[in-house]
């Protein structure tokens, strides 16, 4: 059984910086995109970035220069580093990861619990 484990979140002040991780678990043959959303209160869960298993990335607007994707694809771990972090940034952020379980099988999207970031002074 795959489970997405989100680690990393907590209170930080503006203009402070953490890591988050997101270790997949379970019997999987390949991730092909991992991603990163977020959602605040009272708003739409949003894209903040998003990289496949050849290292292309894709970012949010609002955190392009300043949140960075990577993975380790021997792990299966995906981090997102976050550096000036904004009040804005507040939210709970979701790993998802498209993936298959062996080479049969299709791909499906796997989603964590969510971990909460929260930035204020």
């Known amino acids: 059984q795959v489970q997405l484990v989100e680690s990393g979140g907590g209170l930080v002040q503006p203009g402070e910086s953490l890591r988050l991780s997101c270790a997949a678990s379970?019997?999987?043959?390949?991730?092909?995109?991992a991603g990163w959303y977020r959602q605040a209160p009272g708003k739409q869960r949003e894209l903040v970035a998003a990289?496949?298993?050849?290292?292309?990335?894709n970012y949010g607007d609002s955190v392009k220069g300043r949140f960075a994707i990577s993975i380790d694809n021997i792990k299966k771990i995906v981090y997102l580093q976050m550096n000036s972090l904004k009040p804005e940034d507040t939210a709970v952020y979701y790993c998802?990861?498209?993936?298959?379980?062996?080479?049969?099988?299709?791909?499906?999207?796997?989603w964590g619990q969510g971990t909460q970031v929260t930035v204020s002074s």
């Open positions: 998802n990861a498209d993936l298959s379980l062996t080479a049969w099988t299709s791909v499906r999207a796997y």
């Open positions: 379970g019997s999987i043959f390949k991730i092909y995109t």
């Open positions: 990289i496949t298993s050849g290292g292309s990335t």
